[in-house]
């Protein structure tokens, strides 16, 4: 009997477990659902309407109005494309700067090594929140600085798994055969490092991207993220928190959503990890 490709073992992996599954159609959904905006959201999430503030769920307004009278549905629903794309800015600076120096500090070992390693601990040492509220503070607030804060704040979550991964197979006999054999480091790293390192990377890209929207939402609500009159899900937290007493149905939605979204991104994250690590090595993890 033919050996099934490592690409459909894959798959049928990956569909066999329902919270893998349930979570990517959920973020899918919630990416369409903010590329889309301006045809799902039914009304102007800037426009304002004094009069009609802090109404409670209508038939009009499914989720309320907030405080200057802004539909809270089409704010939410605007607010995943902040959310989101910051999600992505941060995670994606992570991603570039810690793998590349996680690989070339697990490989090369020595005083290289042990200086990344110390630098890396280095910010790690600092509570995440405040180091992030201080480059913000330095930088200036706004969406983009604020994702480039936390970006380098989580730099350190790639660079050990990516160091540690590399450890584990730098001195396996096909990379020594490979050495000895004269192929270039950046075709060793290339061809048989960055495999063995992807499965542990793609959970933390995951984990990151759910705690990214957690940390764009946490800066946005203490004002030093998106700005108004941006719609952002940290934002319209700060805005019902404002308004607790008169309007407590503002807070439900955005604190769903971002608690949906971060869950969302690490079931799929681990869902992937393990249905990656079954499709090389032909059993169950």
């Given amino acids: 009997m033919p050996e099934t490709p490592r690409g459909g073992r894959f798959l049928r992996s990956l569909v066999r477990r329902p919270a893998t599954v349930l979570a990517g159609a959920f973020l899918l959904l919630l990416i369409l659902m903010?590329?889309?905006a301006p045809a799902v959201a039914p009304f102007d999430p800037y426009a304002q309407d004094l009069v009609g503030r802090l109404q409670p769920p209508s038939a009009e307004h499914w989720?309320?109005?907030d405080d200057y009278g802004r539909d809270a549905l089409s704010r939410l629903i605007y607010g995943a494309r902040i959310s989101l794309m910051a999600a992505a800015q941060a995670a994606g600076l992570a991603l570039v700067l810690g793998l590349p120096l996680g690989v070339l500090a697990g490989y090369s070992g020595g005083w290289i090594g042990a200086g990344l390693s110390r630098l890396m601990d280095t910010l790690m040492s600092a509570p995440s929140l405040v180091l992030a509220m201080t480059i913000v503070a330095v930088l200036g607030s706004g969406i983009r600085n604020a994702m480039l804060a936390v970006g380098l704040v989580m730099m350190p979550r790639f660079f050990r798994v990516a160091r540690a991964a590399t450890m584990d197979v730098r001195h396996e006999t096909y990379i020594e055969s490979a050495t000895a054999l004269g192929c270039h480091p950046v075709r060793i790293v290339g061809r048989h490092i960055l495999p063995n390192v992807m499965?542990?990377?793609i959970l933390v890209i995951s984990v990151s991207l759910g705690t990214a929207v957690a940390a764009e939402a946490s800066l946005s609500f203490l004002g030093l993220g998106?700005?108004?009159p941006a719609a952002s899900w940290?934002?319209?937290?700060?805005?019902a928190a404002s308004n607790i007493q008169l309007a407590p149905f503002?807070?439900?939605p955005p604190g769903i959503m971002i608690f949906l979204s971060v869950l969302a991104f690490t079931y799929l994250g681990d869902g992937l990890r393990r249905s990656m690590l079954r499709s090389r090595n032909g059993n169950d993890v």
């Fill in 226 to 228: 998106a700005q108004a």
């Fill in 234 to 239: 940290g934002s319209m937290l700060s805005t």
């Fill in 63 to 65: 989720l309320g109005t």
């Fill in 250 to 252: 503002l807070v439900w």
């Fill in 199 to 201: 499965p542990p990377v």
């Fill in 34 to 36: 903010a590329v889309f």
